[in-house]
């Protein structure tokens, strides 16, 4: 099979050349959980990383909290960050999937920032750098829907999940808010009836994508018109849990949209067998969220916080 269309090739240990890896290649890797910024494993630049995005998260961007980021881009912060590969936390996780799906891609960009960003692009990258870090960090083995910048129409990456078998599927979005001021991380689960007027825009918007399809191509691999009580009762009290744990252990270190566990009718989250969360990093029709989203060093601790909490829910008892 031709890797380019091989989802099970889009393994973490196969990731596209990144900037942030050192010249002998091996991947950067610095203590978690970022968190934990006074743990005496900590570097001074992961302190100061860590600050920088909360500064930049927590209390708008400036010159100085982009500043604060960038060393993490230079090569000897990064020789010094390297550590050793880490066991998986819990065991069992070693024998976990997780299915990451980078929103949008190929001639469907998503939503587009005020400076330009294209949502299709911030989407892989979190996700090429979330599979990487639960791979490394976290004992986890994560695949991707796609690896590059094509299209998928929004059935097949729900197809992916359930053909690889995953333990979880997460859609990762930056999309364009309903309201201008909306910034913040949220997650969503499915559901017929949307949390608020909100999230109904928003799934609307977003199950949109596939008109950027082929004419007939959506819907010719499964589930058009799967409903919401076939969904088996596993899948349901599993996609809640999932969504409580990424939203509070996220949280924790970024800022989140107002009511951020929210629900609504999202196409892309209706495997009846395998819990699905669509996790919204940010707001790219905001411009302090674009301003963090386009910045790779801040996209990198966003999918390293991603990945640690992604870690978590595997090993929590909804899971087990
Ligand atoms: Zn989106």
Request: glycine share 8%; proline share 8%; net charge negative.
């Given at each position: 099979m031709d890797p380019d269309t091989d989802p099970a090739a889009a393994t973490a240990t196969d990731p596209a050349p990144d900037p942030s890896l050192d010249p002998s290649g091996v991947p950067a890797s610095v203590p978690a959980p970022l968190a934990t910024v006074a743990s005496a494993s900590a570097t001074a630049v992961d302190r100061r990383a860590v600050l920088g995005l909360g500064k930049l998260w927590l209390t708008g961007f400036g010159v100085a909290g982009l500043a604060l980021a960038q060393p993490l881009r230079s090569g000897a912060a990064l020789a010094a960050q390297r550590r050793p590969d880490r066991k998986p936390e819990?065991?069992?996780?070693?024998r976990r999937l997780v299915m990451l799906d980078p929103g949008h891609g190929g001639n469907d960009p998503g939503a587009i920032g005020t400076r330009g960003t294209f949502e299709k692009d911030v989407t892989l990258d979190i996700a090429r750098e979330t599979a990487r870090a639960l791979a490394d960090r976290h004992g986890v083995a994560a695949r991707m829907t796609r690896q590059d910048d094509r299209f998928l129409a929004l059935d097949e990456r729900v197809a992916l999940a359930r053909e690889a078998g995953a333990d979880l599927f997460v859609s990762i979005h930056a999309d364009s808010a309903p309201t201008a001021d909306a910034r913040g991380l949220s997650a969503y689960i499915l559901s017929e009836k949307a949390s608020d007027a909100f999230a109904s825009r928003l799934a609307q918007q977003e199950n949109q994508a596939d008109r950027f399809g082929k004419p007939g191509a959506a819907g010719s691999r499964v589930l058009k018109d799967i409903l919401l009580d076939l969904t088996a009762r596993h899948t349901r009290t599993a996609s809640l849990a999932a969504r409580q744990l990424l939203v509070e252990g996220a949280g924790r270190e970024l800022h989140l949209l107002e009511n951020p566990m929210r629900a609504a009718n999202f196409a892309v989250l209706k495997a009846p067998d395998v819990p699905s969360v669509l996790v919204?990093?940010?707001?790219?029709?905001?411009p302090r969220d674009e301003e963090i989203l386009c910045d790779p060093a801040a996209r990198r601790v966003v999918a390293r916080i991603l990945g640690r909490e992604i870690a978590k829910v595997l090993s929590s008892p909804a899971f087990a």
């Open positions: 819990s065991p069992a996780n070693a919204e990093t940010g707001f790219l029709s905001n």
